[in-house]
């Protein structure tokens, strides 16, 4: 690794998250950085509790972005986890990232239960009977994350081929993310209505398989090339211009296929060319002439950057031109919008404080603004600023942007429908009166 | 450490307020510099009663207290040499009061600087202390090392603006000195002499700030000289013209060019120097007044041209350049040795001069970028520690330019410190009588030599 030659010059600690909240060096890119150096240099034990200093980044990239070196921490303390694998691999990770994520059918088995308890209503009785405080405070806080599930995994509602709304202009394909199939299925449903309005036909191949993210963020970069490889064959059998995925941290996976495969003779050709067609949707969508939509939606809205997103692809100011294309809505910017909400995947369950603590700078940030919406086109922020809403009992409902567009269109049909029945209605009345 | 005297430390600060583990104590072994030493444990107070309970602790069993914010510092000055407690006061975080009346902040120790201004610019009010570090850095070690900036040139160093400090002395007690007062001479000026201490005296806890009225309006512009040599004489034309400029900065053509590496931002990479100019002021018209006579004087001393930042995007990202110009330089080479030197301004261009004399000599390279304004500069040299041959000529050209600084009639550094780093070249900058006087000052203070021990004077 040559990414080791920190400076220590200590830019990093004043835009990372752990840091500002832990307040010790131990919690900074730039202590991980020294631990991950002394380590492999041999200075410092591989010790288990070096290596969950790397778990304790939330990986938001912050501060590969202002290191003036160029060194990345955050992909360091990745790579670590990487490192700890090789040395003691932990069996319960080939289970969950090799035999679970990567199997969407399995994956939908095992959340059956959240829907079942969805459905059968048992929330509103939880709710109802007060139920959820005997819950342990974690498990009380990882219930509210939820969205309201869907009945049905999006995966298996969805046709393999969505035909675009009078001619074809583009032939996309659609990487479906597992979170937002399995949680946010109305989102994505959502993000193909507005592909299809713009004159896109698009692809969704069913087999796709988890972008790789969880097993990399766990040290297994080989599971995550499985599924890679996997992810690229289905996209070029597809034959599409583009593969457009709703999810931050899928988009900024995808994106990475070509890095995570270079090494790969058979394959660093292909995921390279993969990966330069990934487009987030925000992206795609404002990189083509996108119709403006004739409904309003009227709010006050707000808009958090994924880490994901925006250090992660660049991503960040086609989501706010998306939403400002919208009339009546009301942008207004979140101060720190770019700082990490404290999810990063699994920190609520794993970092339990220090994510909380997190989530409520950027709740803090998100009351000053008053918006009625908070808009993200990620699952893991949304879930998150769900959480922190609830705590924080704000009235502020947590969207993907897409789904604000998607509204607006739809506003569009109805208004039309509205119109058209006004004039129905006024040319029956004309002829009863001729009559 | 001893088990028995981490268990009284955890008793005093609670067990989340110390640290002990092997991974611990690493990331406590260096600041903002290439020395390195662990303390036997770290230690996160809350209050100025824990520090000064940590104090008599560690006063009893001679421990070493070696007091540290966030580890920014250019002299190995909160390295922990000896082991023993590192004392770090980053959760002491909070900004107790800002009183707009009398503009004054009291804070504790461990507000980051950047935190302190935004808070005070959302009232009106202004702190103008702005070293690089001003976001990793905290207002007790800009404190304790007397931290500078390029507004100083205008507004003063950090001790400028220190009204009144809490100090847990040596032995353990509380030290109250200064008040809101802005006129205070009543006995010997204390927080003067805790300023600049790089703890060594006692333990900045809590600090009572002046404030002023924060400037209305500011422009920003970057001008483009050909030559070194006529941008360092530009330095002393506009000072002499009776133009107070906010900053002044210079930078050199391999600063220039590691600054576009790092930041891609459309810096000339044809010239051999840039000198970034501030005016600001409350008065819009004279601002602008200002800075186009620093203009016309640029460009009759040999500007290529004058860029006016066009907005508040622009100039912020000209001085977040500039802010990272230091660390940025690492680019360059596997090692940088960065000075502080200082030297009366009408002895600015010289000094750039002979610079550069030296790097020709011996044949390694200084890159030459500083506050230029007030004649403190920061030649760093860059090198390969690995080569012994380097590392040799890196020590004689660093003494070369303190002797270069001193003969000047300058001194070893304006605003980073002596720390450990430039200890060796203290007698040659102070003389034997002013030495004394300091190290009995020291012995005074803190007889048992606890505090920051084989800091800041020779042996």
Redesign the interface.
């Known amino acids: 690794m040559d990414d080791l030659?920190c400076?220590?010059?200590?830019?990093?600690?004043?835009?990372c998250p752990t840091y500002r909240e832990i307040?010790?060096?131990?919690a900074?890119p730039?202590?991980r950085a020294?631990?991950a150096r002394?380590g492999l240099e041999g200075?410092?034990?591989l010790?288990p509790?070096?290596f969950e200093?790397m778990y304790a980044c939330f990986d938001c990239l912050a501060c590969n972005d202002i290191c003036?070196?160029?060194i990345r921490p955050a992909d360091l303390a990745v790579e670590m986890r990487a490192v700890q694998e090789q040395l003691r691999p932990a069996a319960w990770k080939k289970t969950l990232f090799g035999g679970l994520i990567p199997k969407p059918r399995r994956m939908e088995f095992a959340t059956l239960p959240l829907r079942l308890y969805e459905k059968l209503g048992l929330r509103r009785l939880v709710y109802a009977l007060g139920l959820r405080n005997l819950l342990p405070r974690q498990l009380r806080d990882m219930e509210s994350m939820l969205p309201h599930l869907p009945q049905r995994p999006l995966r298996q509602a969805l046709p393999e081929i969505t035909e675009a709304n009078g001619k074809t202009r583009y032939r996309v394909g659609f990487f479906l993310g597992c979170a937002q199939s399995l949680l946010f299925a109305e989102e994505s449903a959502a993000t193909l209505r507005v592909l299809a309005r713009n004159g896109c036909t698009v692809v969704t191949p069913k087999a796709t398989v988890c972008c790789g993210m969880p097993a990399l963020g766990y040290g297994r970069s080989d599971l995550a090339q499985e599924q890679a490889r996997h992810n690229i064959e289905l996209f070029e059998r597809a034959q599409v211009e583009v593969n457009v995925t709703d999810c931050a941290t899928c988009g900024s996976t995808l994106k990475d296929y070509g890095h995570l495969l270079a090494d790969d003779n058979k394959w660093a050709a292909r995921a390279a060319a993969f990966s330069s067609r990934v487009r987030d949707v925000s992206e795609f969508l404002m990189s083509i002439p996108l119709e403006k939509p004739q409904g309003r939606v009227e709010a006050r809205v707000t808009y958090h950057d994924p880490c994901h997103l925006r250090r992660g692809q660049g991503v960040w100011q086609q989501p706010r031109a998306l939403l400002q294309m919208i009339d009546g809505l009301e942008f207004v910017e979140l101060p720190e919008a770019d700082w990490c909400c404290g999810s990063a995947g699994s920190q609520l369950i794993t970092h339990y404080e220090t994510s909380l603590k997190v989530l409520k700078r950027k709740t803090d940030n998100l009351a000053s603004t008053q918006a009625d919406y908070i808009a993200s086109g990620c699952p893991g922020c949304q879930m998150q600023l769900n959480l922190g809403v609830r705590r924080q009992g704000l009235d502020v409902q947590v969207v993907h942007p897409i789904a604000l567009l998607d509204r607006a269109y739809r506003q569009e049909s109805e208004v039309s429908r509205l119109r058209r029945n006004q004039e129905i209605s006024h040319s029956t009345a004309k002829r009863k009166n001729d009559g | 450490m001893d088990k028995n005297i981490l268990a009284q430390l955890e008793k005093i600060t609670g067990k989340d307020g110390v640290l002990s583990t092997p991974e611990d104590l690493a990331v406590y072994s260096y600041d903002g510099t290439f020395a390195e030493h662990r303390p036997d444990a770290v230690v996160l107070p809350r209050t100025t009663g824990q520090v000064s309970q940590i104090v008599r602790l560690a006063a009893r069993e001679r421990i070493p207290v070696v007091t540290r914010g966030m580890g920014s510092g250019l002299a190995a000055a909160s390295v922990p040499f000896q082991g023993g407690i590192a004392l770090t006061m980053t959760r002491m975080n909070r900004i107790l009061e800002i009183d707009e009346a009398n503009a004054a902040a009291h804070v504790e120790a461990g507000v980051v600087t950047a935190d302190l201004q935004a808070a005070v610019e959302k009232l009106g009010l202004f702190y103008p202390p702005d070293p690089a570090s001003i976001r990793h850095s905290t207002i007790g070690g800009n404190i304790a090392c007397n931290a500078g900036g390029p507004r100083c040139l205008k507004y003063g160093v950090t001790g400028d603006y220190v009204l009144g400090l809490t100090v847990v002395l040596a032995d353990g007690r509380i030290l109250h000195t200064g008040g809101k007062c802005i006129k205070d001479v009543v006995g010997y000026d204390l927080k003067a002499l805790f300023t600049g201490s790089e703890g060594t005296l006692g333990v900045i806890t809590e600090a009572l700030l002046r404030l002023t009225a924060r400037p209305e309006f500011a422009r920003t512009a970057l001008v483009e000289f050909p030559s070194v040599e006529d941008a360092s004489q530009t330095v002393n034309t506009i000072l002499r013209a009776g133009v107070v400029p906010a900053a002044l900065e210079l930078m050199d053509e391999t600063a220039i060019a590691c600054i576009e590496a790092a930041m891609h931002l459309g810096l000339p990479l044809d010239v051999e120097a840039i000198l970034l100019i501030e005016t600001d002021g409350s008065d819009e018209a004279a601002v602008l007044r200002e800075m186009e006579a620093v203009a016309e004087i640029c460009r009759a001393r040999g500007a290529r041209q004058v860029k006016v930042a066009a907005d508040e995007t622009e100039r912020a990202s000209l001085w977040r350049a500039r802010r990272s110009l230091s660390p940025s330089l690492a680019r360059k080479a596997p090692n940088k040795l960065g000075e502080d030197i200082t030297v009366p301004r009408s002895a600015i261009a010289e000094t750039v001069r002979r610079l550069k004399a030296i790097s020709a000599k011996r044949g390694l390279p200084i890159v030459i970028y500083g506050h230029a304004g007030d004649g403190n500069l920061h030649p760093t040299l860059l090198f390969d520690k690995r080569d012994p041959g380097q590392w040799a000529k890196v020590e004689q050209m660093a003494a070369e330019e303190f002797a270069l600084a001193l003969e000047l009639g300058g001194t070893l550094s304006g605003e980073h410190g002596v720390g450990t780093l430039k200890r060796p070249y203290m007698a040659q900058a102070l003389g034997p009588v002013s030495i004394e006087i300091q190290k009995r000052i020291k012995a005074a203070l803190d007889p048992l030599n606890i505090l920051n021990p084989g800091k800041v004077f020779p042996d």
């Open positions: 030659n400076i220590r010059c200590g830019l990093c600690l004043a835009v307040l010790s060096e131990t900074s730039r202590g020294a631990l002394k200075e410092l034990e010790s509790n070096l200093q003036p070196v160029g």
